[in-house]
């Protein structure tokens, strides 16, 4: 922690540049992090919170290693988004807004990825699964939990 700290100034202007890296070091922002911050900028840590919650980009609980995020947009609905998150909420035994136990999935909603055409939208970390369906939700979560596997061999 003491290293990320030292690659910024004692400056407030710092605080975004300096809670990413802390969240890409940890994936999330732990309480002892953020006093540390506090320390280091001279901000309160109320302040500090102010932005967190202001930024949903940053996260204070632990997260999964990959994000699914399921689009609740008006488009994405009609065509069955709901029932994609379901099918999600169903094989993760977790509800949108938490990450499973084994901290391999964060699932999560948006209201709108602005790709409304290709909907229902799934996104995992950066790749977009278009036109998804109740079908596609179990490849989707293997072809990750495979990358899991071959990144333990
Ligand atoms: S409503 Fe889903 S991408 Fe716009």
């Known amino acids: 922690m003491q290293k990320i700290l030292?690659?910024?100034e004692n400056s407030q202007k710092e605080l975004i540049?300096?809670?990413?890296r802390v969240q890409a070091k940890f994936g999330y922002l732990p309480p002892e992090a953020i006093s540390e911050i506090s320390?280091?900028?001279k901000i309160t840590e109320s302040e500090?919170?102010?932005v967190l919650t202001?930024?949903?980009a940053f996260s204070l609980e632990p997260r999964g290693k990959h994000t699914v995020t399921v689009c609740m947009g008006t488009a994405c609905h009609v065509r069955g988004g709901p029932k994609v998150l379901e099918e999600f909420e169903r094989r993760l035994e977790i509800e949108a807004g938490n990450t499973t136990q084994?901290?391999?999935f964060t699932l999560?909603?948006?209201a709108c990825l602005g790709c409304c055409a290709i909907g229902p939208v799934v996104v995992v970390d950066d790749d977009y699964h278009a036109q998804a369906t109740i079908s596609k939700v179990e490849p989707i979560l293997e072809k990750y939990k495979k990358e899991k596997k071959n990144d333990q061999n």
């Open 39 to 41: 320390r280091h900028l």
């Open 108 to 110: 999560e909603t948006v």
């Open 17 to 20: 540049h300096v809670l990413h």
């Open 6 to 8: 030292d690659e910024f």
């Open 102 to 104: 084994d901290k391999q």
């Open 48 to 50: 500090i919170y102010g």
């Open 54 to 56: 202001f930024y949903s």
